[in-house]
T-cell receptor, first 113, second 113 residues
Framework: EAQVTQNPRYLITVTGKKLTVTCSQN?????MSWYRQDPGLGLRQIYY???????DKGDVPEGYKVSRKEKRNFPLILESPSPNQTSLYFC????????????FGQGTRLTVV | KNQVEQSPQSLIILEGKNCTLQ??????????LRWYKQDTGRGPVSLTI?????NTKSNGRYTATLDADTKQSSLHITASQLSDSASYIC????????????FGTGTRLTVIP
């Protein structure tokens, strides 16, 4: 079954404690992205990757890091989380063709206190 | 500036009734437009894709329209069911690349018995 798997689904952490949200896809997609979703703002792209070792900033990259060492994995790293990073996060993958649809993970609800 | 606007923000309808959701965009160059359905607590799932040459496309009780001249799209839901309660997100693709998706903020649809 084609899927994007994120872990964990829920996370409560304290300000400044480094965390990693994992994302893995089993469709051999080249493109992967991280989004955050906040009420009234919709989905905003944090970082994206066009292939292994190729990553770039999206619209709201401050406070986040990513890596793409393998094609299937695209972890999101928060080195020093702050309360304004409390949000719902989604990982997505898709083929490189412009018409391809994005497959989203189930989401990670992060709360930073 | 590339933008996607959706209306209404929220909508409540009785089970069995029809409804229409609107999407206006100013994305250029236009590649395609997708409607996604996002159930509460889950990632968005693609419902349908509209390309430049298509005016209407149906997927079961969902019918999407596209007017490329006025840069408007609509999603019509017929004979609504309780399971249609979700957020519906309009996503416009501009050209190629992993950062070429522009998201609307969604319409929250609630179907009541």
């Amino acid at each position: 079954e084609a899927q994007v798997t994120q872990n964990p689904r829920y996370l409560i952490t304290v300000t400044g404690k480094k965390l990693t949200v994992t994302c893995s896809q089993n469709m051999n997609h080249e493109y992967m992205s991280w989004y955050r979703q906040d009420p009234g703002l919709g989905l905003r792209q944090i970082y994206y990757s066009m292939n292994v070792e190729v990553t770039d900033k999206g619209d709201v990259p401050e406070g986040y890091k990513v890596s793409r060492k393998e094609k299937r994995n695209f972890p999101l790293i928060l080195e020093s989380p702050s309360p304004n990073q409390t949000s719902l996060y989604f990982c997505a993958s898709r083929e490189r063709q412009g018409w391809s649809r994005a497959f989203f993970g189930q989401g990670t609800r992060l709360t930073v206190v | 500036k590339n933008q996607v606007e959706q209306s209404p923000q929220s909508l409540i309808i009785l089970e069995g009734k029809n409804c229409t959701l609107q999407c206006n965009y100013t994305v250029s160059p236009f590649s395609n437009l997708r409607w996604y359905k996002q159930d509460t607590g889950r990632g968005p799932v693609s419902l349908t894709i509209m390309t430049f040459s298509e005016n209407t496309k149906s997927n079961g009780r969902y019918t999407a329209t596209l007017d490329a001249d006025t840069k408007q799209s609509s999603l019509h839901i017929t004979a609504s069911q309780l399971s249609d309660s979700a957020s519906y997100i309009c996503v416009v693709s501009a050209g190629t690349g992993a950062n070429n998706l522009f998201f609307g903020t969604g319409t929250r649809l609630t179907v009541i018995p």
